[in-house]
């Protein structure tokens, strides 16, 4: 997703928002419906043979509607093209109407035979899934849930699996899967970029993502509602202007990083040091006595002070310009007496880890102050199962920030940034920060961007994709697996650095 994100369009729709794009597109630009099909069917055509350009075994699978119809139309074009095409309908053919209706004999017409389904292996070297579009809000059952597992059958055997618009059984608008999703290597979408194919699960199940807006005029897009916007790295350099020469350390904040109990040290110096490579003036912490020694040893730029109660902290709040709390906080009393001390001040927070949990055992509202829950601890700031966040990641990002006054972000695969103004995403960011300490990372990212001036919702917006392109570009230069978040500290300077990339 990362190499191509820069390509896919800013603005960000539901399923609901997209049909309506589609039907204005028709009724108001005068664009005749099998025309558009006609577009969408050689984008996707086009994008499956830039991924499988040597011609093979093809076996396209057509649903009901104009998903089917789609899937039709770039069956005859793979024919034309040298496939050995085989098309299976899920449907009675004489159910299609309208612009489907007009696909399949464009397919019949050009010598192109249909078959009914069978629950039986699929042996290809490419399956094509035309069968459920954007309009789904049902689990899938039936010969459909059959076809879609002889898909992902098929993969597992070596197939190739190309989705055209979304990966069947994805909701467009939340990225739930809906009982049975194909698995696609390339999904081709069109006319709006659907979120659910951006975040949840619909990343992994959607694969390598291209988008056209066939053809449609910018006119269609105006005062269109729509859902989020994507983070663009246009956003980043137009915040991080470059420096003054006469700035001082002063000028560039300080933060206060608060956490590290006994045996959790770690968690906070990671934090600490996101904070300095993100360019904060000045980085203190509070952690607990064990650590602060040795920790200023191996980092002298940090100011290290071991905190034994929480009036031990009051001075040090008072004196700084931001406060990053709960790495490695822990749960006992130690732990309390700071986090009632950072909460009680007056200074921005940027509250993650066990400060969340504490929150949410004693839930309470705040100015600014921004919260970064990953799904489990969303889960408990809103008494929800981490599946039910996980099922509607959007409704759960904005209940949070609704119910708690925060600038919230939800992390994981897209993450969300719910602020009061939009709904931001981020499709940068990979598989291999799947890693403990990767969250203290973004925290330190975060409150240093905040300590350089920018406001709740472009640090905490900023800090994702600063956080998410240094992961891609640490796994780019190694690989995924076996990435440590402190692999990340140089990739983030580079990137809050924008002016250079």
């Not at 076996?59 to 770039?74: I, K, Q, S, T």
């Not at 007496?337 to 001040?345: C, F, G, K, M």
């Amino acid at each position: 997703m990362s190499e191509s994100s820069e390509y896919l369009p800013e603005i960000v729709y539901d399923a609901e928002q997209v049909a309506a794009l589609d039907a204005r597109f028709i009724q108001s630009f005068g664009i005749d419906g099998f025309e558009l099909m006609q577009r969408a069917a050689r984008e996707a055509y086009a994008e499956l043979a830039h991924f499988w350009a040597m011609p093979g075994r093809m076996c396209v699978l057509c649903g009901p509607g104009n998903n089917g119809g789609d899937g039709f139309l770039v069956a005859r074009m793979a024919r034309e093209g040298g496939w050995r095409v085989r098309l299976i309908c899920l449907v009675d053919p004489d159910s299609y109407s309208g612009d489907a209706v007009l696909a399949m004999q464009s397919f019949t017409d050009a010598g192109g035979e249909i078959e009914a389904f069978a629950d039986e292996p699929i042996s290809a070297d490419l399956v094509v899934d035309a069968l459920l579009g954007t309009g789904l809000n049902r689990d899938v059952e039936g010969a459909l849930a059959q076809a879609i597992e002889r898909i992902n059958a098929a993969a597992e055997h070596g197939a190739g699996v190309f989705s055209v618009d979304i990966a069947s059984g994805i909701d467009a608008g939340t990225g739930h899967v809906w009982a049975h999703a194909v698995r696609a290597d390339a999904t081709a979408t069109f006319i709006g970029l659907k979120l659910g194919t951006l975040t949840g699960q619909g990343p992994a199940h959607c694969g390598n993502l291209s988008f056209s807006g066939l053809d449609a005029p910018e006119a269609l897009y105006s005062d269109q509602p729509y859902t989020a916007r994507r983070l663009t790295h246009r956003a980043l350099r137009e915040a991080l202007k470059p420096r003054a020469r006469t700035v001082h350390k002063g000028d560039n904040g300080h933060v206060l990083c608060v956490g590290g109990n006994r045996g959790m040290g770690g968690a906070i110096r990671m934090t600490a040091e996101a904070a300095l490579r993100s360019g904060a003036g000045l980085v203190s912490v509070a952690c607990h006595p064990d650590h602060a020694g040795a920790m200023s040893q191996a980092r002298p730029e940090l100011m290290c002070r071991g905190i034994d109660g929480a009036d031990d902290a009051a001075g040090l709040m008072a004196a700084v310009d931001v406060i990053a709390l709960g790495p490695g906080l822990g749960s006992d009393d130690w732990a309390h007496a700071l986090w009632q001390q950072a909460i009680d001040s007056d200074k921005p927070l940027v509250v993650d880890a066990d400060a969340l949990n504490r929150l949410a055992q004693a839930p309470q509202t705040r100015d600014h102050w921004i919260l970064t829950p990953h799904p489990g601890e969303a889960g408990r700031l809103l008494g929800w199962k981490t599946a039910e966040v996980m099922n509607d990641r959007v409704a759960a990002v904005q209940e949070i920030a609704r119910r708690y006054h925060a600038v919230t972000v939800l992390k994981g695969a897209g993450s969300l940034i719910a602020t009061p103004e939009e709904l931001w995403l981020c499709t940068d960011g990979n598989p291999g920060m799947a890693v403990g300490g990767m969250g203290d990372l973004l925290t330190g990212v975060i409150a240093a961007l905040l300590g350089q001036g920018l406001d709740l919702n472009d640090a905490a917006s900023l800090g994702v994709y600063v956080h998410a392109r240094a992961g891609d570009r640490a796994a780019g230069q190694l690989g995924q697996r076996g990435l440590l978040p402190t692999d990340l500290l140089d990739s983030i300077r580079y990137f809050v650095n924008p002016g250079r990339v």
